[in-house]
């Protein structure tokens, strides 16, 4: 499955954005998506998580009230809705695909999408 995300940008501490990861090539709805950032120095991080289906989501405790993600597969697109951002959440955000056999092995990524908050 190839991914494409996009929607990032520069936005002020408080502000909000959207990301979307569309996805082409197999069949969206047979795989778990997620969002991961990493920020300049740091690892890679987990960000959320969704099922197939859409009916079961995780987040990363920093981003837990702030942060929904959900996915159209009729669109074959994920999103992530950022609000009430902060400086600390500035990194490039990727997007990846699990496999329904695997859910948490996330063996497609895309190319990742930069992120700004400022103060």
């Known amino acids: 499955v190839q991914l494409q995300a996009s929607g990032g940008g520069l936005v002020q501490a408080g502000g909000s954005l959207r990301l979307s990861c569309a996805a082409s090539?197999?069949?969206?709805?047979?795989?778990?998506m997620g969002w991961f950032r990493q920020a300049p120095g740091k690892e890679r991080e987990f960000v959320a998580d969704i099922r197939w289906s859409g009916g079961s989501t995780d987040y990363a405790d920093s981003v837990k009230g702030r942060f929904t993600i959900s996915r159209d597969n009729a669109k074959n697109t994920v999103y992530l809705q950022m609000n009430s951002l902060k400086p600390e959440d500035t990194a490039v955000y990727y997007c990846?695909?699990?496999?329904?056999?695997?859910?948490?092995?996330?063996?497609?990524w895309g190319q990742g999408t930069q992120v700004t908050v400022s103060s």
């Open positions: 090539g197999r069949t969206f709805s047979r795989y778990a």
């Open positions: 990846a695909a699990a496999p329904r056999s695997a859910p948490t092995k996330y063996d497609y």
